[in-house]
């Protein structure tokens, strides 16, 4: 571009060399211009002739000759014409270029070559303003206020300069914005970030927010973050570049993190937490509203092996799962009254009166109390708190001694002592004078009583058995009463015997059953010995044998008697042996009253010679004497012998006899009780037979041996007596 460069100062003259080099055809009453440059302003009184000024190869051509700086038609045509220019009023503060206008806008206007698009500058009551494409743009107002506008006229950026205060709408910036003084927003006016306003800061004219409306996180990233208050007087979080995170309440740390966890100053009140439901395990506590709080813990790598503690406003609720799986199952309950129930969800569906606690399951339940191995466990029952009501009855196990004992009324009323043996009304075992009962692990059982019944066992309704004795298990005796409400001692055992007591007698029993001359009292190798008697005996025969001279013995102070009954025709008595302190007497019942139809003993002295007297050894030991054979005399005198010729019996025998061993007894220490009393007597070892097997007893045929009665003998001889005296006389005569 061409200029023109005057002196420095304005209105100096140009020396001879400036002007012919710089100034072309003078004569022809223009100046043409060659490599001139101006840098203050051109000043006329005429008119400037601006036709084929060069400037950058281009040409001003279209202004009339003649115009001047008042014609605006003029102007403005030869401005039009100008592709470029530079007005420069040099380094000191003058104007370049001064627009006029009698109409209340000045503008000027910049096109392109086709004068259908360019920008409009105007001024408008003293604001400057900028009109691309006709469209207000910007405002520069007199009081210093600038305003950007966009496409439909809304100012979208605006200086205040009396508040000294930018606004802005939809401002886009894509380079760095420096902003000394602060930017001011309005209410509900957003600072925003993100393609899509992602996150968004604004005051919504009650409250202050930072908005995070997109996709991702919002990180606050810093090596020590603080959030205090507006004058930064207190601090509500602090977080500490890989230390710990801190929550404070009135400037006081409440909650802070550590390496192993969390601290918290205070109490921590939630309506839920969950503490690492990961895949190792944890637990959370949730507020289920007006159903209460649950606690919830995990275990295991699928969150399995679940277990819950639910609380409301009146149940406490315990629940445990599978070790596999996740379903609970409820294990403990307390229900609003108070009432605990283990393995049951309604304890009141039980006893009333022991539905405080109850245990209950669908197999074996227990309840364990563990103590020290030398310290007591116990439940106790009490009816208050002082003396002796708090233990007024208690189960009690005493680990020194390792022993129970049951206390009643506030005193122990049973011991089990550590060898097992269960002790009533006492504290030792083996002192059988102390009052009470012993039943001991051995199987042996006391009872000690100093008056009164010692034990009562006691059948109600139908007869039977009262007490059943048993020997490896098999039943072998037993005492109970028969359907005549008679007490009986019963073997049951097959073949064996028993008594059963009536009034006023003892009844013979066999098999379970009462038995008619079928039981024995004692055997041949285990006899009674002494049997005293104040009445009578009555036995169809009496059989005994003694190892002396006799076999029967009879006793009386100056007399005895012994009566022969048979029940036969209503006779009574029949025989008798009396004896006095000098005489035996051999009695057969004679008495008149007994007899009827008298007749006299005929032909006596034939009867007597048929009698076959002889002398005879007896084979048992060789003796002889005189007699008669009974089936011989009982051929003439018959009412003498007893018994038939060659009749035979049944006899019971012993096929084997009875088996017995030697049992040695062994010594006894004296028993004394707590006054030092003898209760036992010492004992030495002694020796004593016990049966091992009992005889074995059969049956045998033997002879049934004919007796004779001498004393029959007697009438026949009187009656033969006399028949002799008789003959005698009359020969006599």
């Not at 043409?32 to 101006?38: C, I, P």
């Not at 806008?105 to 392109?112: A, R, V």
């Not at 959030?227 to 979080?237: E, H, L, R």
């Not at 708190?385 to 206390?407: A, E, K, L, Q, W």
Request: proline share 2%; net charge negative.
């Amino acid at each position: 571009m061409s200029t023109i460069v005057t002196r420095a100062g304005k209105g100096s003259p140009l020396t001879n060399n400036e002007v012919d080099s710089n100034f072309l055809n003078l004569n022809t009453d223009k100046a043409e211009l060659s490599g001139a440059a101006f840098t203050g302003a051109i000043t006329t009184n005429s008119t400037i002739d601006g036709r084929d000024v060069a400037t950058d190869g281009s040409k001003l051509d279209g202004i009339e000759a003649g115009a001047d700086v008042t014609d605006t038609a003029n102007v403005i045509a030869a401005l039009s014409q100008i592709n470029a220019f530079t007005l420069d009023g040099g380094s000191s503060a003058n104007t370049v270029l001064t627009l006029n206008s009698s109409s209340a806008n000045t503008y000027l206007k910049i096109t392109d070559s086709n004068s259908t698009n360019g920008v409009f500058i105007g001024a408008t009551a003293n604001d400057l303003n900028f009109y691309p494409n006709n469209t207000l743009s910007a405002k520069f107002a007199s009081g210093g206020d600038i305003s950007f506008y966009d496409d439909s006229g809304n100012a979208k950026f605006v200086w205040d300069a009396s508040a000294e205060m930018l606004t802005t709408s939809g401002l886009t910036v894509t380079g760095e914005i420096t902003a000394n003084g602060g930017i001011a927003l309005g209410d509900n006016d957003k600072a925003t970030f993100g393609a899509s306003d992602d996150l968004q800061i604004y005051h919504d004219g009650s409250h202050s927010r930072i908005v995070d409306a997109g996709t991702g996180n919002l990180n606050l990233q810093g090596n020590d973050l603080r959030i205090k208050n507006s004058d930064a007087s207190a601090t509500y979080i602090q977080a500490a570049n890989g230390g710990a995170v801190e929550l404070a309440h009135n400037n006081q740390i409440k909650l802070a993190t550590t390496s192993t966890g969390i601290d918290v100053n205070g109490t921590a009140t939630m309506d839920g937490l969950t503490v690492d439901t990961s895949s190792v395990g944890g637990f959370k506590v949730t507020n289920e509203a007006t159903s209460g709080v649950r606690l919830t813990t995990y275990q295991g790598t699928t969150n399995s092996n679940v277990r819950t503690a639910y609380v409301d406003s009146q149940e406490f609720v315990v629940s445990t799962g599978a070790p596999t799986g996740t379903t609970v199952t409820e294990r403990f309950r307390i229900d609003s009254s108070g009432n605990v129930g283990i393995g049951t969800s309604s304890p009141t569906s039980y006893n009333s009166k022991a539905d405080d606690l109850v245990v209950a399951t669908s197999g074996d339940t227990g309840l364990s109390i563990i103590s020290g191995t030398s310290n007591e466990g116990a439940i106790a029952f009490g009816d208050g708190t002082g003396g002796g009501s708090p233990i007024m009855g208690r189960v009690r196990y005493d680990h020194s001694t390792n022993s129970m004992d049951f206390r009643v009324n506030n005193d122990q009323a049973m011991l089990i002592d550590s060898s097992g043996n269960l002790l009533v009304g006492k504290s030792d075992s083996d002192t059988l004078g102390t009052a009470g009962h012993e039943l001991h692990n051995s199987g042996m059982v006391h009872h000690t009583r100093a008056t009164g019944t010692v034990q009562y066992l006691n059948r109600t309704g139908n007869d039977g058995t009262i007490a059943d004795f048993r020997k490896d298990g098999s039943t072998v005796g037993s005492i109970g009463t028969s359907s005549t409400a008679n007490f009986n001692i019963n073997s049951s055992q097959s073949g064996h015997v028993g008594l059963e007591f009536g009034s006023p007698n003892i009844m013979p029993m066999k098999d379970g059953a009462l038995a008619d001359n079928a039981v024995d009292l004692g055997i041949s190798s285990q006899r009674f010995k002494d049997l005293y008697l104040s009445g009578n005996v009555n036995a169809e025969r009496v059989f005994t044998v003694h190892d002396g001279d006799w076999g029967m013995e009879m006793k009386g102070v100056t007399s005895a008697r012994l009566r022969l009954h048979t029940s036969a025709g209503g006779s009574g008595e029949v025989g008798s042996i009396t004896v006095t302190t000098s005489s035996t007497s051999y009695n057969t019942s004679s008495d008149y009253r007994l007899k009827e139809d008298w007749q006299p003993v005929e032909n006596a002295t034939d009867r007597l010679k048929e009698l076959k007297p002889c002398n005879f050894a007896w084979k048992a030991d060789g003796s002889r004497v005189d007699g008669f054979l009974a089936h011989e005399l009982q051929e003439v005198v018959p009412e003498a012998v007893t018994g038939e010729k060659d009749a035979m019996q049944t006899e019971e025998y012993e096929v084997t006899p009875a088996v017995y061993e030697d049992v040695v007894i062994p010594a006894t220490e004296e028993v004394l009780d707590e006054e030092g009393n003898v209760i036992t007597e010492a004992q030495e070892e002694s020796t004593e037979q016990q049966l091992v097997s009992e005889a074995v007893m059969g049956e045998r045929e033997v002879p049934d041996y004919q007796g004779i009665d001498q004393s029959k003998l007697v009438p026949l001889l009187v009656a033969t007596i006399q028949e002799l005296e008789a003959r005698i006389s009359q020969l006599e005569e």
